[in-house]
């Protein structure tokens, strides 16, 4: 049975760091990239970072470089997105998505047609 399982989220302040975890079951993990989703209040879920099939390749949003950083362990079948100095905006419900990845190409753009997505957590970035 195919699962993404996202956890880490929580309350942290801004300045803040916080690590998402994705758990991912039911698929052949190495030959699927992992993206990294959000969603805040009023707004449309927008892609925050993706990393390729084998972790070759990362891709972010422009709101997030140098603050956020996806990494993978193929042998726990575990995606991670290291947030660091939060800010008010990063606030929203985060969720992770898999797609085959045959050449080892996916980005954020074409993360979106991702064809399995975890149910998403929580994160709340306020003082």
């Known amino acids: 049975q195919l699962q993404l399982v996202e956890s880490g989220g929580g309350l942290v302040q801004p300045g803040g760091s916080l690590r998402l975890s994705c758990a991912v079951s039911?698929?052949?993990?190495?030959?699927?990239?992992i993206g990294w989703f959000r969603q805040a209040p009023g707004k449309e879920r927008e892609g925050v970072s993706c990393i390729t099939r084998r972790g070759g390749s990362t891709t972010y949003a422009d709101s997030v470089k140098g603050r956020f950083t996806i990494s993978r362990d193929n042998a726990k079948n575990t995606v991670y997105l290291q947030m660091n100095s939060l800010k008010a905006e990063d606030t929203g419900i985060y969720y992770c998505?898999?797609?085959?990845?045959?050449?080892?190409?996916?980005?954020?753009?074409?993360?979106?047609?991702?064809?399995?997505w975890g149910q998403g957590t929580q994160v709340t970035v306020s003082s």
């Open positions: 039911g698929i052949t993990f190495h030959n699927h990239a």
């Open positions: 998505a898999a797609r085959w990845d045959p050449l080892g190409a996916i980005t954020i753009a074409t993360m979106k047609a991702a064809g399995y």
